[in-house]
């Protein structure tokens, strides 16, 4: 038998070469996956920690999700409360993965709780919620970018040519709902868990919560709200689908306050910042139709 004859007979019989296997990234929450996903497309496969509908304040990883997690290979970190317990539990027998936090060298706002409100916020010094600003969500792509970069070094070309892309269309987007958003500028977003401040930051609205530290109101904080509430003329109360919602309707039945979903944590990032401003906007526009003063 000729020599090509007896490489393909043993090809045969081997079967079909396999496809390279994706490198796994694990991520915290919903929306990094899709930074991940446009950055590297189908060379990894991202695991996420927490699940639609579940909290990044009280999650803790199933022994399933830990025993996928110890497969990954790199770990892109946000700044959520649950990191606090998950990564010293990882920092254990885990040299091969290497762990990221996706927020170096972005301008971090305090938590509600050291920033000079009534309210405790369980999140440590600073504010996590920083990819619900397009303008830091340009910095949290740049860190994914060079992160997968590194674990992946013969991509370096594509995940650069799609970072390229992906700032453009995040500039874009942080331009769209800053044009959106300018005629509620000085407006109250009443919120029941403080997740929007960074939101609120890049459009000059004013957040108040109704939550304190993951609990449901004191009397006076409670007091504080309704205050506040009618002052503003507020016209809306908006929930986050993660908490439970039973506090938010109080407020509203004591307010006659209409009741919005807002989602902060969507996996289709453009489309959920731009259904979040839309409900902004739309919740908030009786206040600039009647005339109110801020």
């Known amino acids: 038998m000729s020599r090509l004859l007896w490489t393909a007979a043993l090809l045969l019989l081997a079967g079909p070469l396999r496809a390279a296997e994706p490198v796994r990234v694990a991520v915290s929450i919903l929306p990094q996956a899709w930074f991940v996903e446009r950055l590297a497309g189908d060379t990894v496969r991202v695991q996420v920690l927490v699940g639609p509908g579940e909290s990044p304040a009280s999650f803790d990883p199933t022994p399933r999700q830990m025993a996928e997690l110890s497969r990954a290979r790199l770990l892109l970190t946000i700044g959520v409360p649950m990191e606090n317990s998950l990564l010293p539990r990882l920092s254990r027998g885990r040299e091969d993965l290497r762990i990221v936090d996706v927020r170096e060298g972005m301008d971090l706002l305090p938590s509600p709780a050291h920033a000079g409100h009534d309210h405790d916020h369980d999140h440590g010094e600073t504010d996590p919620h920083v990819w ?163």
């Open 132 to 294: 619900l600003s397009p303008a830091r969500a340009r910095i949290l792509a740049a860190n994914t970018a060079a992160a997968l970069t590194e674990l992946l070094p013969d991509q370096a070309q594509a995940i650069a040519t799609r970072l390229q892309a992906l700032d453009a269309e995040l500039t874009d987007l942080g331009a769209e709902l800053a044009a959106a958003l300018a005629p509620l500028r000085g407006a109250d977003l009443l919120v029941f868990h403080p997740s929007f401040g960074y939101f609120c930051a890049d459009h000059g609205l004013h957040q108040t919560a109704v939550e304190q530290g993951g609990q449901s109101p004191s009397a006076r904080h409670l007091a504080g709200v309704l205050r506040r509430a009618r002052e503003s003329g507020a016209r809306t109360i908006f929930v986050q689908p993660q908490f439970s919602e039973s506090s938010a309707r109080a407020v509203a039945r004591e307010a006659g306050l209409d009741v919005v979903v807002l989602d902060p944590l969507p996996l289709d990032y453009p489309a959920g910042l731009r259904a979040l401003a839309a409900a902004v906007a739309a919740g908030l526009a009786p206040l600039t139709e009647v005339g109110h003063e801020r």
